[in-house]
C-alpha cells in the first residue's frame, strides 16, 4: 500500500534535453513557474506574462488548476502558452478548461524523468515520475473548433 502521509515536493525540474527540443520549437520568451523560483521576488500567478510562455506547473491540484486557468486568461490576451502537465482526462479540469481551449493536446509517450527533491527529501534525477504526461498549448492567435490531440 501506498504511503499517502509522506510529503510530497511540488517543485520539479523539466529535464533539460526536453526543454530544449520544446524551446527550440517553440522560442519562449517567459517560464511563469521556474524551478526552485524565489516567489519573494515574484508570483507566476499574480503578473502578466510573456508572448511566448512554457508552464511546468506544481502539480499540486489547486496550483496546477491556477495555473492553467491563468494559461487560458494570457492565452486569450494572444499569447502563446505551452504547458507540461501530468495526464488526467477524468478530471474537471482536464473537462472545463482544458479540452475547450487547447488549440493541440500532444500526449508523450513514455514519462519523463523530472529532477527535484523526492518525498524522502532525496535528489533524485534517473527516474521517471508517477503520471504520464501531455503537453497543451493554449494559442487562440490561432483558434480551432477542437484541440488537435497528439501522440508522441
Known amino acids: ?4 502521509n509522506l510529503n510530497h515536493k511540488d517543485d520539479w525540474q523539466t529535464p533539460p534535453a526536453y526543454l530544449e527540443q520544446l524551446r527550440k520549437k517553440y522560442q519562449f520568451d517567459f517560464d511563469p513557474c521556474p524551478y526552485k523560483h524565489n ?3 515574484w508570483d507566476g ?5 510573456g508572448e511566448r510562455n512554457f508552464i511546468n506547473p506544481p502539480y499540486s491540484r ?3 488548476e ?3 486557468i491563468k494559461a487560458v486568461e494570457q492565452s486569450l490576451q494572444g499569447k502563446l502558452c505551452v504547458c507540461l502537465l501530468p495526464v488526467s482526462t477524468s478530471t474537471n479540469l482536464f473537462h472545463k478548461h482544458i479540452l475547450p481551449y487547447a488549440s493541440e ?7 519523463l524523468k523530472f529532477i527535484g527533491v523526492n ?3 532525496e535528489p533524485v534525477n534517473n527516474k521517471t515520475g508517477q503520471h504520464d504526461s501531455m503537453l ?17
Request: hydrophobic fraction near 50%.
Open 119 to 121: 518525498a524522502n527529501g
Open 136 to 152: 497543451v498549448t493554449f494559442d487562440w492567435r490561432n483558434p480551432v473548433k477542437f484541440p488537435q490531440l497528439i501522440i508522441t
Open 1 to 4: 500500500m501506498k504511503n499517502r
Open 66 to 68: 491556477a495555473f492553467v
Open 105 to 111: 493536446i500532444r500526449f508523450l509517450k513514455g514519462r
Open 45 to 49: 500567478l499574480e503578473i502578466d506574462w
Open 62 to 64: 489547486h496550483l496546477k
Open 39 to 41: 516567489l519573494d521576488l
